[in-house]
């Protein structure tokens, strides 16, 4: 019952959106999820082809650390409410404590990963 209060703070501040355009319901983001996150689309695709599977968008709000970075490690795991593993920064903004910090991640997994050279 302790995670419930969580995640209810974290889905008042954060959406999920399939790129059907539907809404992913935020009770279904897990505990724990590794998610690694790539700070741009082309750092993304340089370790092989991707399939885009949801947008994330959050922010810092009802949040004592308004940082960008800490933006990104609260919202990060809803990847997982989609399937995806990984995501790639589409925007972020504010970044202070007098502004609203807001971010915009896109979940997606590897179709086919790059070999290592």
């Known amino acids: 019952m302790r995670t419930l209060p969580l995640v209810l703070l974290l889905s008042a501040c954060s959406t999920i959106t399939n790129m059907d355009g539907q809404q992913i319901d935020t009770s279904l983001v897990p505990d724990s999820c590794n998610v690694r996150v790539y700070q741009t689309y082309q750092s993304a ?27 990104i490690d609260r919202h990060k795991i809803k990847a997982c409410a989609c399937g995806a593993r990984d995501v790639y920064i589409q925007s972020r903004t504010g970044g202070d404590f007098f502004s609203d910090t807001t971010v915009s991640m896109v979940a997606f997994r590897f179709v086919k990963p790059r070999k290592p050279e």
């Open 45 to 71: 695709v340089k370790q092989g082809p991707i399939e885009e599977l949801c947008v994330i968008n959050g922010s810092a709000s009802m949040s004592f650390d308004k940082s960008v970075a800490g933006t």
